[in-house]
């Protein structure tokens, strides 16, 4: 099982910050947002990981890299605590970093990592936001007993549904999903966020899918249609919170919660 972190996009919700620190790199109490991310992917067993990023994210890769010069300067100053803490990033996982070269959103930053997934199942992951701690584990238990895709699901008031990609289910699988679907059209209030396991042909299909004329973007339908018909898709419902950080007020609600969220594998 591999993990796929999208963190290419502008960050235009939180200018003029994001015009030059990524806002994967924005702090969450004592770390950055996409710390906690990788953390957490590596104690639920994923330590192979793909970051999508773009040209203007050099900061993420140095930030899981390695600073001599700085590790020596912490070591001759006996400043241990911090010495650690800027070693950590480099211990969590071995990632690996591809470039997408245009913003054409979610589908598009995801076949970028196709590649570097080969023949494994993957995880996919918003690098924007924060999760319940625990997410990742129960969502690979799952998958672990089921030996199925997995889509995470959650509620949502019906008048909010045209803003999401909406499930249908049935027999606790997964039968269709809909696209920003108008209200008395939609199959159910159930809308999908990550993360969700896909195997590997669904990124073959995404490859074939074209692009919509106006928005660019590659609607995942028909990808995610060949997958229900050929393999099943578990609904993974929860209430669990996520914190959406690319705006600023989900940004101070995180902050403000930082304390549980750090606690909550202790």
């Known amino acids: 099982m591999k993990a796929i972190i999208l963190a290419a996009w502008y960050g235009t919700r939180m200018l003029p910050f994001t015009k030059t620190i990524p806002k994967e790199m924005l702090p969450v109490g004592t770390k950055p947002v996409i710390h906690y991310i990788v ?39 006996w400043k241990l605590t911090q010495l650690e803490a800027i070693r950590e990033p480099q211990r969590l996982a071995n990632i690996t970093f591809v ?24 995880m996919v992951v918003y690098g924007d936001s ?45 039968t269709d999903y809909i696209e920003k679907p108008k209200p008395e059209e939609a199959p159910s209030n159930l809308i999908s966020y990550s993360p969700y396991i896909v195997p590997p042909r ?41 914190r959406d950080t690319w705006n600023i007020d989900s940004r101070m609600q995180a902050n403000a919660a930082y304390k549980d969220i750090e606690a909550s594998f202790l």
């Open 39 to 77: 953390e957490w992917l590596s104690k639920a067993g994923i330590t192979d990981i793909i970051m999508v990023v773009s040209q203007a994210k050099q900061s993420l890769e140095d930030y899981f890299d390695k600073n001599y010069e700085l590790e020596q300067i912490l070591e001759k100053k």
């Open 99 to 122: 470039r997408q070269f245009e913003q054409k959103w979610t589908w598009h930053a995801i076949l970028q990592a196709a590649p570097r997934v080969g023949n494994d199942d993957a």
């Open 130 to 174: 924060i999760y319940h701690p625990w997410i990742f584990s129960w969502i690979m238990d799952v998958y672990n007993q089921k030996k199925w895709s997995v889509m995470a699901l959650t509620e949502v008031p019906y008048e909010d549904v045209s803003k999401y990609g909406v499930a249908q289910i049935q027999d606790w699988r997964i």
């Open 202 to 242: 669904f990124f073959e299909d995404v490859a074939t899918t074209q692009a919509d004329a106006q928005s660019w973007e590659i609607y995942p339908r028909p990808a995610l249609k060949n997958v229900m018909v050929n393999d099943n898709v578990y609904p993974f419902i929860s209430d669990l919170p996520i």
